[in-house]
């Protein structure tokens, strides 16, 4: 492997390992200090509506000042995230965490684009290749992420403390391997195609997206949802960062086959089965409520995420031109983290109101629109 490569693989794991320990104890952390019930997933609503902001300020930024100054200010914004939710946690500032996830938001806005430096650091026969390292990441954060967490939780004298500066230390590792990093600009896109106004009339591409908000933002909400209801069943922290452990591996582990299977059986298949999957976890829900219904049912929200969001991911790509490719994706992504944001936002009062069981069950329903509108609307062949 290039040694260039193997830092992004190295920085990929470490974001996502960063991410997870936000995941794994940010509503958790929030609880004791925010002002009421509606305000406990806030911080992790931030954390989305930081990565919805940064997205394209980093992109414009890389095509500036070139892919490694821009993934350091990355890595820069994380650290400062880590020390911000480390000092809420010792002065119980809810602000603090707000600001906190906010920083980590945008960090994760910049490491977004690892995979595509990854592919630009290699010649063209070893880009399918190179993507797939980056993803493997992905699984590495599964391990190295709940684990720090767990660890972290109460290394120091304040619940949380330790595991927001492990948090910040995985961001300083990155900084230090970013520092030899050798990859160009960004490139800017070409320019022509279809406006805006033209792309959101487009049933197809309407479709893709649909979907991909749809399978983003229930997977977020009923991820973070996980660590109240666990908590709230009595559960021990131990045991919710290992569920969130198996979820993150089921979001990134079928990534090297995800693809083969949509060029074998079609996008629109493997979307359909993954929303199969959101429909297995609904039902585990209701089956019981023990340790391993969690595992099994936040493992099939996490294959389902995959194939369904993935697949939509694709759609995306298929619906537009190489000239749309930058207005289209930066709809698409507007859309996906705006709705996943408001999903967590209101995360922590729907579980309170309606309970894990139920809430499952609601979330069936934009699930249930995504399956009717790729049943319904046929794909028009590729566009080249």
């Not at 979001?251 to 199969?276: C, D, E, N, Q, Y």
């Not at 983290?337 to 009062?349: D, E």
Request: aromatic residues 10%.
């Amino acid at each position: 492997m290039k040694p260039d490569l193997a830092r992004l693989v190295a920085c990929q794991a470490l974001l996502g390992s960063a991410m997870t320990v936000l995941v794994s104890i940010t509503a958790l952390a929030s609880k004791p200090i925010a002002p009421g019930i509606a305000w406990i997933t806030l911080p992790v609503s931030l954390q989305f509506i930081g990565l919805l902001m940064a997205t394209t300020p980093a992109s414009l930024l890389m095509a500036r000042v070139g892919r490694r100054n821009g993934f350091m200010v990355g890595a820069a914004l994380g650290a400062a995230a880590g020390g911000a939710g480390a000092w809420a946690m010792v002065y119980e500032s809810f602000m603090a965490l707000c600001i906190a996830s906010t920083l980590a938001g945008a960090a994760n806005a910049f490491g977004q684009y690892y995979r595509f430096a990854a592919q630009e650091v290699v010649p063209e026969p070893q880009r399918a290749r190179a993507l797939g390292w980056v993803m493997f990441g992905g699984v590495i954060a599964a391990f190295l992420g709940p684990q720090a967490s767990i660890i972290g939780r109460d290394i120091m004298a304040v619940t949380f403390e330790g595991a927001y500066l492990a948090m910040g230390l995985m961001f300083v590792v990155s900084f230090v391997l970013l520092w030899g990093l050798k990859v160009g600009r960004a490139d800017l896109p070409p320019k022509g195609g279809r406006d805006l106004a033209q792309l959101i009339r487009d049933p197809v591409l309407i479709v893709a997206v649909i979907a991909g908000v749809t399978s983003y933002s229930v997977m977020a909400l009923l991820m973070n949802v996980t660590t109240l209801a666990m908590d709230r069943l009595g559960f021990e922290f131990g045991q919710v960062g290992i569920v969130i452990q198996w979820h993150v591996v089921a979001m990134f582990g079928p990534s090297f086959i995800t693809g083969s299977l949509m060029t074998r059986f079609g996008t629109r298949p493997i979307m359909l089965v993954g929303a199969l999957m959101y429909l297995g976890c609904s039902v585990l829900a209701q089956i019981g409520q023990s340790y391993l219904d969690f595992v099994l049912a936040l493992v099939l929200l996490g294959a389902g995420w995959n194939f369904l969001f993935l697949g939509a991911t694709r759609s995306v790509g298929e619906a537009l031109a190489p000239s749309e490719r930058a207005r289209g994706q930066a709809l698409n992504e507007t859309l996906v983290f705006g709705f996943t944001a408001l999903a967590v936002l209101f995360a922590a009062p729907l579980e309170g109101w309606l309970g894990w069981q139920s809430l499952n069950i609601v979330m069936l329903i934009p699930v249930a629109i995504v399956v009717a509108l790729i049943a319904l609307i046929r794909p028009r062949p590729q566009t080249a």
